[in-house]
């Protein structure tokens, strides 16, 4: 072992946690996206607490976090895609 390198085992440990990391920031995106995407739909926090089996405190934290951005951006999509499913109905 060279004075200035980490020992391999010190390494990988690092590698895998940084790979752990990164898969649960992915997975928590995720669910904020859903929830953010729900929430745009009018379906209530507790609903949504019973479908994904998320604490319904996460869910309003979620909604406190992303209320004057992500959620209106979502409701103006969520509306669009409504009126252009009404327009090929009739």
């Known amino acids: 072992m060279d004075n200035g390198s980490l020992p391999q085992a010190l390494v990988d440990r690092m590698i895998k946690t940084t790979e752990h990391l990164a898969r649960q920031s992915a997975q928590e995106k995720e669910r904020e ?4 995407r729900l929430l745009a739909s009018g379906m209530a926090a507790s609903e949504i607490s019973l479908r994904l089996k998320i604490r319904a405190d996460e869910i309003r ?4 976090n992303n209320i004057k951005i992500k959620i209106p951006e979502y ?16």
């Open 33 to 36: 996206e859903i929830v953010c």
């Open 61 to 64: 934290i979620i909604e406190s």
């Open 75 to 90: 409701t103006r999509t969520y509306k669009a895609r409504v009126k252009s499913r009404e327009r090929v109905k009739r």
